[in-house]
């Protein structure tokens, strides 16, 4: 990985789903479960005539267990399995994993919803695709 430490496929988040969406590009790529941004990111989905709409739409809907906080990512990619949430002092980023070395014409893109620990990230987390 040029020489950086792998990523934990722990991580400091709890991957809670991982759903393709096709190859369709959309607009809107990340959101707070739980507020309106969550709304605007279906909308999205649905814009950009993605796949799996019904079980996004219930993903996205959800609301994270009181201790915790929800996010999602739209991540681009070709045949990853999962993601990771990276935590930095200020931002949040999800990381597609798995795949490696599949090749493919057209890139995918992929819904992965995370939930973690209220305090384990900033109060107003900056998050970024």
């Known amino acids: 990985m040029g020489g950086r430490q792998p990523l934990s496929p722990a991580g400091p988040g709890t991957l809670e789903e991982f759903i393709p969406l096709g190859s369709r590009p959309v607009d809107v790529r990340h959101a707070e479960l739980g507020t309106d941004q969550a709304r605007d990111l279906q909308q999205a989905l649905e814009r950009a005539g993605s796949t799996n709409l019904v079980r ?30 990276v935590v930095d002092r200020t931002t949040l980023t ?3 994993t798995g795949g490696d070395g599949t090749n493919c014409a057209t890139a995918n893109h ?17 998050l970024s695709p």
């Open 56 to 85: 996004a739409g219930a993903t996205l809907a959800s609301t994270p267990p009181q201790r915790r906080r929800g996010f999602a990512f739209v991540l681009t990619g070709c045949a990853e399995l999962a993601a990771v949430l």
């Open 94 to 96: 999800a990381k597609a």
């Open 110 to 126: 992929f819904l992965a919803t995370f939930t973690i620990d209220r305090d384990r990230i900033p109060v107003d987390p900056r």
